[in-house]
């Protein structure tokens, strides 16, 4: 992985063709897009880069602003329906050209040696996901300062912005984060959690495998657009989001996660502790306090900002610290779903990319009101040697209605009138001595023939389908069914699914499955997954990705997708 994506990062810095796309989302803020592209146009890259710019439903649109610079940048504006700025950012990814893609939040503007610093980083030692840490311009008035120095501060939690983390497993932020096109594919980019989309992205790209990075050079002036009440309304959501992921990922939870809530705790116990004319722990907060006013002062060379930055810090602190207590409660002890406890921290995402599923299912000979159907039908796909029978014989064994089309498939040809009519297309040698269907003889006469396979498929196709709505009519009492088949999007049976899995593994351990299950050559393996659409494809148009690389990891991630979906 490290190897390929390097070397592919080199060739397009060398042939100076686009390697970096921009990717802004937008919501009501046309003045801000206005000073970012304005940065943008004083850049000293010397190679070609693209803008995209993602209006998330606002009703004061950029369009016109974005269309001053149309000259000066290569730019491309998109407007869609409200779904959050992760939702809008992947849509971003998908539209643009690029082969690695650079996020940042509307409210920043980007140091003129931005894009070179990040060149140099990617061709010194590549990742396939970085993070840049933010600052704050002499511009900006005296609360964003403050609260700038209580996001950064190496007092505060907001160190890790600051660049106080580890450089290695560092979790990159969405205001000023990149990611290479292959992770992005691979992943399905951002989730729908807000806030919490960019380190549930890290740890999702951890797992597959992929590595990241802290920038330290690469960092933008973060404006951060908020008053006192929103900055406490933001950081109460950060507190809350973080026990969520830390109930999804638990072995990547920390104890540092509980340091703004035991602060809190702290203060409460330092209070009580007055009553009995205990006052030491009060003064080490007094003292704690009159440090930051001290450090921000001088950092700041203003006693004002240093003032301010005691309200931020306490702000954030407190916001964050009871936020993430609430979340702990509500997702350990109550056992609440995510969903169910704090659904403002959720947008809908929108399917991009892929046809809205029809309001009937038809077949040859059937129409099947999909009203009338209540089950969620659930597609599974994935390239062969892949796993997704695995992933289907596991959700089966989990009680769940699953329908494999291959073996539905193979039944369906046995039919009469079915196989009545193969016979007639492709004569009687298909068939042995008893009468059944040959189907590696079948097999050999339509392969690598497209016209031979198109009458094939005109055959069972339909039939498959209609032998489908008639099992999905006898499951329609469950909730949600699953339907694995290897071409659900070459066959257009994805249009009937509510939503899309896509299994992949690494290529070599897919050609090692396929070698050992059907006793065949590598050569030949390769070859049947260049006759079929590529991972990037189907992921581009699925909802959920497994990465199906060992089983306890497979399993887990199942479970993970059944959550969501169950609350749908």
């Known amino acids: 992985m490290w190897d390929f994506s390097f070397f592919i990062c080199l060739i397009f810095v060398k042939k100076s063709k686009m390697l970096f796309s921009i990717i802004i989302p937008v919501y009501n ?26 209006e ?13 610079y149309q000259d000066k940048l290569q730019i491309s504006y998109y407007y869609k329906e409200n779904s959050g700025p992760g939702d809008s950012r992947n849509y971003g990814m998908k539209k643009a050209k690029g082969e690695y893609f650079l996020i940042f939040d509307s409210d920043c503007i980007i140091p003129p040696n931005y894009l070179q610093e990040v060149e140099n980083e990617l061709t010194h030692d590549y990742v396939d996901c970085f993070g840049g840490p933010d600052k704050a311009l002499k511009s900006f008035s005296t609360i964003q300062k403050a609260i700038n120095f209580a996001m950064t501060s190496f007092l505060t939690t907001g160190g890790i912005r600051g660049g106080s983390e580890k450089l290695e497993k560092f979790q990159p932020r969405s205001f000023n984060m990149g990611i290479s096109k292959q992770a992005f594919l691979a992943s399905q980019g951002f989730g729908n959690i807000h806030p919490g989309e960019d380190p549930d992205l890290s740890i999702r790209l951890w797992k597959m495998g992929y590595k990241t990075r802290l920038f330290v050079k690469a960092f933008v002036y973060h404006k951060r657009r908020i008053d006192w009440d929103k900055f406490s309304i933001q950081v109460s959501k950060f507190g809350k989001a973080r026990p969520i ?6 072995e990547y939870a920390k104890i540092m996660f509980w340091l703004p809530t035991l602060f809190v705790l702290g203060f409460y116990f330092s209070l009580f502790m007055l009553v009995f004319l205990i006052d030491i722990p009060i003064k080490l907060y007094f003292i704690y306090f009159v440090f930051i006013f001290v450090v921000s002062a001088i950092q700041n060379k203003s006693l004002k900002i240093g003032a301010y930055s005691i309200i931020a ?3 954030q602190f407190f916001g964050y610290g009871q936020g993430f207590l609430e979340s702990f409660f509500r997702i350990n002890i109550l056992r609440q779903t995510p969903q169910e406890a704090f659904p403002n921290l959720f947008f809908a995402q929108q399917i991009t990319d892929i046809e809205k599923p029809n309001e009937q299912i038809v077949t040859e000979n059937t129409t099947v009101k999909k009203e009338l159907i209540k ?7 994935g390239g062969i040697g892949s796993g997704k029978t695995t992933v289907a014989k596991y959700l089966m064994h989990l009680g769940y209605p699953v329908y494999i089309s291959d073996i539905e498939a193979k039944n369906v040809m046995q039919q009469k009138n079915v196989l009545l009519q193969i016979v007639e297309k492709f004569g009687s040698a298909i068939l042995d001595t008893k009468g059944v269907l040959q189907r590696e003889k079948l097999a050999s006469i339509v392969f690598n023939n497209p016209e031979k396979l198109s009458q094939l498929n005109a055959i069972v196709h339909p039939a498959v389908k209609q032998h489908f709505i008639e099992w999905l009519k006898n499951n329609q009492d469950k909730p949600i069914v699953f ?10 049976s994805y249009k009937d699914c509510d939503f899309i899995i896509t299994v992949t593994a690494p290529m070599q351990q897919r050609i090692e499955r396929v070698m050992k299950r059907d006793n065949t050559t590598s050569e030949k393996v390769v070859q049947r997954i260049n006759n079929q659409i590529s991972d990037e494809e189907r992921i581009a148009k699925s909802n959920f990705v497994i990465s199906n690389t060992t089983l306890k990891e497979t399993e887990k991630q199942i479970f993970e997708i059944l959550e969501i979906l169950k609350n749908k």
Do not use: M, Q
């Open 375 to 381: 089950s969620k039908i659930i597609g599974i796909t």
């Open 29 to 54: 803020r046309p003045d801000e897009i206005n000073e970012l592209l304005e940065s943008l146009c004083v850049t000293t890259y010397k190679h070609k880069f693209e803008v995209v710019i993602v």
């Open 483 to 492: 339907k694995e088949a290897a071409i659900l999007f070459e066959s257009g």
């Open 245 to 250: 992921l830390n109930h999804w990922y638990p």
């Open 56 to 68: 998330d439903g606002s009703t004061i649109k950029c369009e016109e602003i974005v269309s001053k």
């Open 313 to 315: 810090v306490w702000k």
